[in-house]
């Protein structure tokens, strides 16, 4: 999927919008497929906070409903909804991922987003099946998290070369859960087959997989001072990330999911 679809928002001239642009590229196919290019969707967004994809979706005319952890987060979520005139199509709801059953109607939504979040709660898989719950039948769900292989190469290349050790064995007794090993910043780290498991386990089945951030993280700074770098680093963003030779450089892998 090299191209930018209509509609989505267009990906800044920095580092920050190649991060993001491509995983909107893929977000955006996946709300065509729902047919929300014509109508208005109902969207979860697990652990959204500030709103990085709920506002932009709300400003595309989708409802979404955010549920984060942080109150300080929700805060400034509410502050950019009113700002982008976007407050009545967004709801905030303080909890956590696997706490959505509590909070969000079972099968009430079109598509649910769980980005950056099975790496820091305590227990992914809990949290992915009540990502599907609150899926109805034939909904999507769009499934960010950090790559292990990536991180490894990321730390033999900063010479922490026993961090990278303890990372390449990965996790010893819950591999499921994708237990990222002590010293880590993050709970856990992923491969694909660890997220292809949790997903089955939460009765959903992978449509498309691709790659996020497999060159971005290493490009140097000041070259992306440059637009027409920028635009050729996202180019190149594009045209690797389905290539399955690449996946392991991604920083984060980016899964299409539907509830079955």
Known sequence: MASHPAGAPAPAVSRTGVRTAVVWDYLRAAIGSLGGDGDALQVLDAGGGSGGFAVPLAQLGHHVTVVDPSPDSLAALERRAAETGTEQRITALQGDAAGLDGLVPAGGFHLALCHSVLEVVDEPPAALRAVGRALRPGGLASILAANR????????????????????????????????????????????????????????????????????????????????????????????????????????????????
């Open 149 to 260: 292989s990536a991180a490894v190469v990321h730390r033999v290349a900063a010479g922490r070369f026993g961090e990278a050790r303890a990372l390449l064995d990965g996790p010893s007794a819950d591999v499921a859960a994708g237990a990222a090993g002590a010293g880590d910043v993050l709970l856990h780290r992923f491969d694909l087959d660890e997220l292809q498991v949790l997903l089955t386990d939460a009765g959903m089945r992978v449509r498309t997989v691709h790659g996020v951030r497999l060159f971005t993280d290493a490009a140097p700074s000041a070259l992306l001072d440059d637009p027409q770098a920028v635009e050729e680093l996202l180019a190149l963003e594009r045209a690797a990330a389905e290539k399955p030779e690449y996946l392991p450089f991604a920083t984060q892998l980016h899964v299409i999911a539907a509830h079955d």
